[in-house]
């Protein structure tokens, strides 16, 4: 596919995820990380006029001076912004005019990737597809997190399929000590924190062939799992006590039968599906009550070719640091990874709400321990 078609291809599914909102549904935001529909749809658009049209498309205006104030999510040398929390208080611009920028920004960019673009652009626009491609992932998920705090549980589509069964018979795969490597190779199209491949020494491991279960996570629960203080770190412990955590996001008990949200509306619980929402301490916690262990990402990596993976992103019990050789960016763009490199998990593998072409063995993606608003899961080592 070449780069103008796929550029349009990314920008017409955003919209189309859109498709079936209410225009009262574009402003929320119940928590400071989850971003309001209508933010992500302006903040995408604003990443092509900021990094490529307002330097490589001569004579070219701006559709609005303020949008960059709006729009901006943290790149500091970009300037100041809007207050993360504060993304759900912005009625205006309307939606309506939103959707006017992007037009604004897509007619150009299609004018400029059509004009014989230099390579600096086309690699330029390949980063903005797959920044897109991050944010549709976050506004699907973004999405069922607005509709499942709402008290009605509405249905945004019943003919999402977030969930399925692992039919295979479940095996623990072994793998052999020895040095292997990790990272991106290869001239497709990758992150940053991708990059340094470079050598491991694993010493001899097995890998669960399946995801854990909602049937498994329901027998934690039963046995007490959110009740024993042994099983969990101590900032996860007082994680769950502070919240009263005591299953899954969007988990629902209804006169003693758990059920659960999802884009198709409130449904009893399916046992036999991967569990899903789940924050790295209780997936650490499950590991511990069942015995086992996350993997570390460079486990995951390398036995990732023996299993299915790419129903939920994985926890793994690595800390989201640089690979040797790690070199941020020059400029802006040297603020897309690299400042996130503490504090936070990696997760391997990708997720129903991925998008195509986006999934990869070597992503890595990184969030704090408590999250659990995306489709995350678990899968153990031993």
Same mark, same amino acid.
């Given at each position: 596919? @070449?780069?103008?078609?796929?550029?349009?291809?990314?920008?017409?599914?955003?919209?189309?995820?859109?498709?079936?909102?209410?225009?009262?549904?574009?402003?929320?935001?119940?928590?400071? @990380?989850?971003?309001?529909?209508?933010?992500?749809?302006?903040?995408?658009?604003?990443?092509?006029?900021?990094?490529?049209?307002?330097?490589?498309?001569?004579?070219?205006?701006?559709?609005?001076?303020?949008?960059?104030?709006?729009?901006?999510?943290?790149?500091?040398?970009?300037?100041?912004? !809007?207050?993360?929390?504060?993304?759900?208080?912005? %009625?205006? =611009?309307?939606?309506?005019?939103?959707?006017?920028?992007?037009?604004?920004?897509?007619?150009?960019?299609?004018?400029?990737?059509?004009?014989?673009?230099?390579?600096?652009?086309?690699?330029?626009?390949?980063?903005?597809?797959?920044?897109?491609?991050?944010?549709?992932?976050?506004?699907?998920?973004?999405?069922?997190?607005?509709?499942?705090?709402?008290?009605?549980?509405?249905?945004?589509?019943?003919?999402?399929?977030?969930?399925?069964?692992?039919?295979?018979?479940?095996? *623990?795969?072994?793998?052999?000590?020895?040095?292997?490597?990790?990272?991106?190779?290869?001239?497709?199209?990758?992150?940053?924190?991708?990059?340094?491949?470079?050598?491991?020494?694993?010493?001899?491991?097995?890998?669960?062939?399946?995801? !854990?279960?909602?049937?498994?996570?329901?027998?934690?629960?039963?046995?007490?799992?959110?009740?024993?203080?042994?099983?969990?770190?101590?900032?996860? &412990?007082? &994680?769950?006590?502070?919240?009263?955590?005591?299953?899954?996001?969007? *988990?629902?008990?209804?006169?003693?039968?758990?059920?659960?949200?999802?884009?198709?509306?409130?449904?009893?619980?399916?046992?036999?599906?991967?569990?899903?929402?789940?924050?790295?301490?209780?997936?650490?916690?499950?590991?511990?009550?069942?015995?086992?262990?996350?993997?570390?990402?460079?486990?995951?990596?390398?036995?990732?070719?023996?299993?299915?993976?790419?129903?939920?992103?994985? *926890?793994?019990?690595?800390?989201?640091? =640089?690979?040797?050789?790690?070199?941020?960016? @020059?400029?802006?763009?040297?603020?897309?990874?690299?400042?996130?490199?503490?504090?936070?998990?990696?997760?391997?593998? %990708? %997720?129903?709400?991925?998008?195509?072409?986006?999934?990869?063995?070597?992503?890595?993606?990184?969030?704090?321990?408590?999250?659990? &608003?995306?489709?995350?899961?678990?899968?153990?080592?031993?």
């Amino acid at each position: 596919m @070449d780069i103008t078609a796929f550029f349009l291809q990314t920008r017409t599914h955003t919209k189309n995820l859109c498709k079936p909102l209410e225009i009262e549904d574009y402003v929320v935001q119940p928590i400071v @990380d989850v971003s309001p529909p209508k933010w992500h749809l302006g903040h995408t658009t604003w990443f092509f006029e900021e990094f490529i049209l307002k330097k490589h498309l001569i004579d070219y205006t701006v559709f609005d001076p303020n949008f960059s104030y709006i729009f901006n999510s943290y790149y500091e040398s970009i300037g100041k912004r !809007v207050v993360r929390a504060d993304r759900g208080n912005l %009625s205006r =611009p309307s939606v309506n005019k939103v959707y006017e920028y992007r037009e604004f920004v897509t007619l150009h960019m299609e004018a400029l990737l059509n004009n014989n673009p230099s390579k600096e652009i086309v690699q330029l626009t390949e980063i903005g597809i797959h920044h897109e491609k991050q944010h549709q992932e976050l506004l699907l998920t973004d999405i069922k997190y607005i509709l499942g705090n709402n008290p009605l549980l509405p249905i945004y589509d019943a003919s999402f399929k977030e969930h399925s069964t692992e039919d295979h018979k479940q095996e *623990w795969l072994s793998l052999p000590e020895g040095i292997y490597e990790i990272g991106h190779l290869g001239e497709e199209f990758c992150y940053d924190n991708e990059l340094g491949r470079h050598k491991v020494y694993l010493s001899p491991y097995s890998i669960s062939n399946k995801l !854990v279960t909602n049937q498994e996570y329901l027998e934690f629960i039963n046995d007490g799992g959110y009740e024993r203080f042994d099983l969990w770190h101590s900032e996860g &412990w007082e &994680w769950i006590k502070t919240n009263k955590i005591e299953s899954p996001l969007h *988990w629902h008990q209804i006169n003693g039968e758990w059920h659960h949200y999802t884009l198709g509306g409130l449904n009893k619980l399916e046992r036999e599906h991967p569990v899903t929402h789940i924050s790295y301490f209780e997936a650490f916690a499950f590991a511990q009550w069942k015995g086992c262990r996350l993997p570390t990402e460079f486990e995951w990596e390398i036995a990732a070719p023996k299993f299915k993976w790419g129903a939920r992103w994985e *926890w793994t019990e690595s800390a989201y640091l =640089p690979y040797p050789q790690y070199k941020k960016a @020059d400029g802006a763009l040297g603020e897309y990874n690299g400042k996130f490199m503490v504090n936070q998990k990696v997760l391997r593998g %990708s %997720s129903v709400a991925t998008p195509n072409y986006h999934a990869r063995i070597t992503y890595r993606n990184f969030f704090q321990t408590n999250l659990r &608003w995306q489709y995350t899961g678990i899968r153990l080592a031993q």
